[in-house]
């Protein structure tokens, strides 16, 4: 936890940074003064408590286009020695006095506590004010910026024997950490801190993860990196998420092929062996991430546009070095050339390719390093698939560099070195490079322009250099290769009708195409721009633009219209399609726009740590602005790996997915589209062409709103909910509900008042619930389930409140309206088994995907429902980022998880030969283990005074023990054995008790070995077992009295209450899904007693911190006497926490469950005076006899044989038959 004060600093920590960041290498803003404003920050904790540990996100706004800086700040009392250049400054702290203030990365305290989030998977530490700080509430403070490591908590943590940051970079900061392994062996490792922040996947950690997954030697092994999520008012969820660093092996003593090749150009050596070694490590790189990422064949367009920037930084070089005009003519001839020739596919490439970024690592070879791309380019341009020539051409350039960087003519050394890198290239990557030339000669070119650039700004003196190479590829007035003729080009002509392939047309129609938006919308090519639509039936086409101006389009192929448009861009245009039935109809396109996940999102969701998944798949209505207004629609996004194919369906298309096939993004499986003009309210499904090629019509998995059954369709919807429970949730996030008063009420929410909606449930529950007394309300499943009649537990919807009773909105409004009347909202949930629906999730993509493929694991015998596939990381992300979403986006105050037991075994209802041992031969179902754990951790993490609580009826060890100490980590427990005991006991006649007393007394035994809740849940009165009051035995006077006494045992028991609706009155008949409650049984006195005990037992309860404030603590507990089985009595102490004086709170408890009342019976009470009889549930206002000890009882001073189990006092008490008795100190 770190501990921040209500201060004032002088100077502030802007102020000190404003001064300093100008000064730093990595600051791009090189002209005028910075003008940062902070935007957040994260902080880790030293476990020594001495160091300040700050990580600062600055966004810098002195520039044309803002720029966020992460600055790690450390704070210190004294001077860290050796540390004076990385001093940042000293401020005055108006609490802690001086503070010396460090650049993070040469503190070692940082450095340690870097790698260990790393390595362990952590997040920030949790920030609270120092205790005692005026005028703010206790509890942690909601974090500004998240991030989280992407290892694990088992991980080993090696020794750290040093660290120091490594000189010399541009535009990072690296820290050397020195680590030694178990053995001593010393295992030196480099994170580097990524200085400039943009939204999205940083390359260098997703490709250089990506080759040492693949187990590739030629990068350094990874070894973890760290992401976050910070405040962007830019991004349309108001939040960026981006790399923040990234860690990896160390080599020590090794040189980069640069300073290898430079000594062999000074000694003019011949370098072609170790060229052509460096040839065959590129090409072997390249072959690793093609097989590792997602590659494609160029189009026409992306050729086009890569052409287009090579001309525009060709005519950078003309302004900055006019002698570069002359090549003009070659330069474009050139690119021409390439156009028409062959081009390799595209895929992920280096983007930054020269000698000083590969090291020759002994026994090892080459190792390449800073896949990070051109630093100053924007995050999503170095993202994208590029040919790998674009590397080639990268170190030829480099070879040529070297050869002019040493004294003499090595013109003929660099020749060979080029000559035997693309040999050593070209035999490993296994292509003919001479089909490749005029491609390959278009990226150096192009390189030697940009070069031409930079020199001229920076190095004038190095400017021949790339002329040389512009001059020798494109040799002004002669042709550029032997051979070569310049042809004729004829001018000015026609460009040509942009037509569709109709093997492209026929895989669109099919449905097969993965890439529809290459294809359709606007797109660009050598000659310009122009745009392609799908509109059968069509009589004519036309694109209309901005200005008023029209396009016709001509009919291609089977409904694929298509025409040129004016300039080289594409326009904001939008799409008027003439049926012949005399109306224009007028439509945005949606091809023309870009995928509405980020690179970020689709990295997260491939790993499965997307924490906000609902923000990005599913249906979500946006906005863009544009020249011609303002565009709403939804975005559709979807996960279906292994289909072929996929399109949406719904009403704006009249159910036809011909007009809207889905792209598919990358490799992760996630198929996207953004259809304009489509709002809230409209219905939709997935259709999906599943791997075995049958078209399946498939209920959004995201959906969050449903059709009510039996109507299966997902409908867009978009919330305008404003809450009004701040106040609640400001304190929920500071408060310990662990140790806080908690009974609960569970509810059935369609059968408590059938027919109610949520609306009329927030008045009429609401206000029932609020009389009643009870701190929370635990609805059973919310979430969309196909059955009406049914429990809820077999969910189709997970993402979708349940439709019968309202929309999304309305349950908001029910929980808001709960939480302003001071109640908290715990929601059932079901991670362990869904329905079998075929519309559903089942064989989402015509496979098992979010069910385990094998039956031993994947079907649910019992229930007669598929088993979740917990190891499969998207599937584990669906699942946690579902329990999130409840709390987050509905505010719901915690979960209970139904079923845990049966996900924690993996022979749970299954005979020998019916399942499949774990890996280490037991029957312990590690995966279910591990999603639990990262549930309850993240739950706990993201939303601070929320509750998880599981239903586990086993002995498995550490339910609520902290996953930190390898326990599940849930808050409570639900103690099945509590229930079934005390329900034993009470179900035998008082005569019989004295036999099974044991039972009521064995819960204490192990009262303390978890964190309780006692449940009186829905599984109690149904399937025969009868209602509560039935349970009883005796005639209905007697049930009612047993009923009363053990409401009064339960409510003073160690444990958090839970209560099933109807019990509270004592229904007489079972509880059955498809009826109301039966609440004329209110109207008999009998009953409205037993109604008016409930309240009032929640009113003491809350009154007393003794029955609450220690349950999970056994010195909240003393037994007087656990031992009259023969009078069928058990008596006790509760105790609240000790204050300030001394004093506690106390609560005896004292249970007669005989059928006979005792008189005088003497008790031992911790205190002499007078103790007030609060509660007895005989009193003749709950129905019973009115016999008891009027009101109080008198305890003196007790000594030798007056004393009585152990207690300083002793009072003579009476105890009715069957009651229950709460003595408690009188006030003054």
Not at 521 to 543: C, L, N, S
Not at 545 to 555: C, Q, S, Y
Not at 783 to 794: A, F, K, L, Q, R
Not at 1163 to 1179: F, I
Request: charged fraction near 20%.
């Amino acid at each position: 936890m770190a501990i921040v004060h209500r201060a004032t600093l002088n100077p502030s920590k802007r102020a000190l940074v404003q001064d300093w960041i100008g000064e730093q290498r990595w600051y791009v803003g090189k002209s005028g003064e910075p003008s940062l404003r902070p935007i957040g920050s994260y902080r880790f904790d030293d476990p020594d408590g001495e160091v300040g540990l700050e990580v600062s996100f600055l966004l810098d706004e002195s520039g044309k286009t803002p720029t966020l800086y992460q600055v790690p700040l450390t704070y210190r009392a004294e001077p860290l020695a050796g540390a004076e250049a990385a001093l940042i400054g000293t401020s005055e702290h108006s609490v802690l006095g001086t503070r010396y203030v460090y650049d993070g990365c040469h503190d070692p305290v940082f450095a340690a506590a870097l790698l260990h989030t790393i390595l362990t998977g952590a997040s920030q530490a949790e920030m609270q004010f120092a205790p005692g700080t005026e005028g703010v509430a206790a509890g942690p403070l909601p974090p500004t910026v998240r991030v989280q490591g992407s290892g694990s908590r088992e991980r080993t943590l090696p020794r750290i024997t040093g660290s120091r940051v490594l000189s010399g970079e541009q535009s990072n900061t690296s820290i050397i950490i020195d680590t030694e392994a178990e053995d001593g062996t010393p295992k030196p490792l480099i994170v580097k801190v990524f200085r400039v922040l943009q939204d999205g996947l940083n390359p260098d950690v997703q490709l250089q993860s990506a080759l040492s997954a693949a187990g590739s030697d030629r990068v350094p092994t990874t070894v973890g990196h760290l992401t976050g999520q910070w405040p962007d008012e830019r991004m349309p969820t108001g939040n960026a998420a981006g790399h923040l660093a990234f860690a990896q092996e160390f080599l020590p003593g090794v040189r980069d092929a640069w300073r290898e090749a430079l000594d062999a150009a000074r000694d003019d050596t011949d370098w072609s062996e170790p060229a052509r070694m460096l040839g065959r490590a590129t090409a072997e790189v390249h072959r690793t991430l093609a097989r590792a990422l997602p590659t494609v064949e160029p189009s026409p367009s992306r050729i086009a546009a890569l052409l287009a920037g090579m001309r525009a930084r060709f005519e950078d070089a003309c302004d900055a070095s006019p002698t570069v005009a002359q090549y003009r003519e070659g330069f474009h001839a050139l690119l021409e050339d390439a156009q028409d020739a062959k081009w390799p596919a595209m895929q992920r490439i280096h983007g930054d390719y020269h000698l000083g970024q590969v090291l020759d690592a002994p026994h090892r070879g080459w190792v390449l390093l800073d896949f990070e791309g051109e630093p100053l380019r924007p995050l999503a341009e170095r993202s994208e698939l590029d040919s790998p020539l674009r590397d080639v051409a990268g170190m030829l350039r480099s070879f040529d560099y070297a050869a002019a960087s040493v004294e003499g003519d090595r013109a003929q050394w660099a020749a060979h070195c080029r000559h035997a890198f693309l040999e050593g290239y070209a035999a490993l990557a296994g292509i003919d490079l001479a089909e490749h030339q005029p491609v390959l000669d278009a990226f150096e070119a192009d390189k030697a322009a940009y070069e031409v650039t930079y020199e001229a700004a920076n190095r004038p003196s190095w400017l021949p250099i790339p002329l040389g190479a512009l001059g020798n590829l494109l040799r002004a007035n002669a042709p550029r290769r032997p051979g070569a003729t310049a042809l004729p080009r004829p001018k000015n002509t026609e460009p040509p009708h942009p037509g569709i392939d109709p093997g492209i047309a026929d895989s669109i129609l099919a449905g097969t195409h993965t890439d529809p938006h290459s294809v359709l919308g606007g797109q660009t090519d050598a000659h310009g721009a122009y745009v392609r639509t799908f509109r059968p039936m069509a009589a004519k086409v036309h694109a209309t633009m901005p200005d008023g101006a029209r396009v016709e389009l001509r009919h291609d192929h089977e409904g694929f219209w298509s025409g040129r448009l004016p300039g080289r861009e594409v326009p904001d245009y939008r799409i008027a399609t003439d049926y012949g039935d005399g109306y224009e109809h007028v439509a945005d396109d949606p091809y023309r726009f870009l995928p509405s996940l980020g690179e970020m999102d689709l990295h997260l969701i491939g790993e499965g740590r997307h924490e906000e998944l609902w923000t990005v798949l599913g249906a979500h209505v946006r906005r863009y602005d544009g020249p011609q207004g303002q565009v709403t629609g939804t975005s559709f996004a979807v996960w279906a790996p292994n289909a072929l194919g996929v399109r949406v369906i719904g009403d704006f298309n009249q159910w036809d997915g011909y007009a809207h096939p889905m792209r598919r993004l990358g490799g992760t499986g996630v198929w996207e589209i953004f259809v304009p003009d489509v709002g809230a309210g409209t219905r939709y499904k997935f259709n999906v062409l599943c791997a075995d090629h049958v078209w399946r019509a498939k209920a959004d998995p995201m959906a969050r709103f449903s059709e009510t059954a039996p109507s299966t369709a997902s409908i867009v919807t978009e919330s305008h909910y404003e809450w009004g429970d701040a106040a609640w949730m400001e304190q929920r996030s500071h408060r310990d509900p662990h140790d806080g008063p908690m009974s609960i009420y569970e509810v059935h929410p369609t059968s408590w008042r059938q027919g109610q909606s949520y609306d009329e449930l927030a008045e009429h529950l609401v206000n029932y619930v609020k009389d009643l007394g009870f701190t929370h309300v635990e609805f059973m499943p919310i979430m969309e389930h196909p059955y009406p009649p049914s429990w809820g537990y077999h969910v189709t919807g997970y993402y979708s409140p349940n439709s019968r009773m309202g929309d999304p909105d309305g349950f908001r409004r029910l929980v808001d309206t709960l939480h302003r009347n001071g109640i908290g909202v715990i929601l059932d949930w079901v991670p362990g088994h869904f329905a079998t629906d075929e519309w559903a999730l089942a064989r989402f993509d015509g496979t098992p995907l979010y069910e385990h493929p094998d039956p031993r694991r994947g079907w649910h015998k019992e229930w007669g429902s598929y088993i979740f596939d917990f190891g499969r990381p998207q599937v584990r992300n669906f699942l946690v980022a579902n329990a999130l979403y409840w709390l987050q986006e509905f505010h719901a105050d915690g979960l209970r998880v139904d079923g845990v037991a049966s996900m924690l075994y993996l022979d749970y209802s299954r005979n020998p030969g019916e399942w499949v041992p774990n890996i280490y031969g037991g029957r312990e179902n590690l995966e279910a283990v591990r999603l639990l754990q990262e549930t309850n951790a993240t739950a706990y993490r993201r939303s601070p005074g929320t509750v998880m609580i599981a239903e586990e009826s086993t002995s498995w060890p550490g339910v609520t023990r902290p996953t930190s100490a390898d326990g599940l980590g849930f808050g409570f427990k639900w103690n099945m054995g509590w229930m079934h005991d005390s329900l034993d006991y009470l179900a035998e006649s008082p005569i019989n008790r004295q036999y099974h007393h044991h039972k009521m007394t064995f819960s204490l035994v192990y009262a303390w070995s978890e964190q309780y809740v006692l449940p009186i849940s829905h599984d109690e009165v149904v399937h025969g077992k009868g209602s509560l009051l039935r349970k009883m035995p005796g005639d209905r006077w007697e049930q009612l009295a047993n009923l009363r006494a053990f409401l009064g045992y339960m409510w003073s028991h160690p444990g958090k209450q839970l209560l099933f609706m109807g019990s509270e009155f004592a229904q007489e008949s079972e509880w059955a899904d498809g009826r109301s409650l039966d609440w004329w049984l209110l109207d008999q006195p009998a009953h409205w007693g037993v109604h008016a005990l409930v309240k009032d037992l929640n009113r003491i309860y809350k009154e007393h911190p003794a029955l609450w404030d220690l349950d999970n603590d056994p010195s909240g507990f003393t037994w007087l006497d656990a031992d009259d089985s023969a009078g069928n009595t058990f008596s006790y102490l509760r105790y609240g926490r000790p204050a300030k004086d001394g004093s506690r709170d106390i609560v005896a408890a004292l249970v007669n469950l005989s059928g006979s009342e005792h008189r005088d019976v003497r008790v031992g009470l911790p205190l002499a005076g007078r103790w007030d009889e609060v509660l007895n549930t005989d009193a003749s206002g709950y129905g019973g006899g009115g016999r008891g000890n009027l009101g109080a009882v008198e305890a003196i001073e007790a000594s030798g044989d007056d004393a009585r189990q152990g207690q300083p006092a002793v009072a003579t008490v009476t105890l009715p038959p069957l009651s229950t008795i709460w003595l408690t100190p009188a006030k003054d």
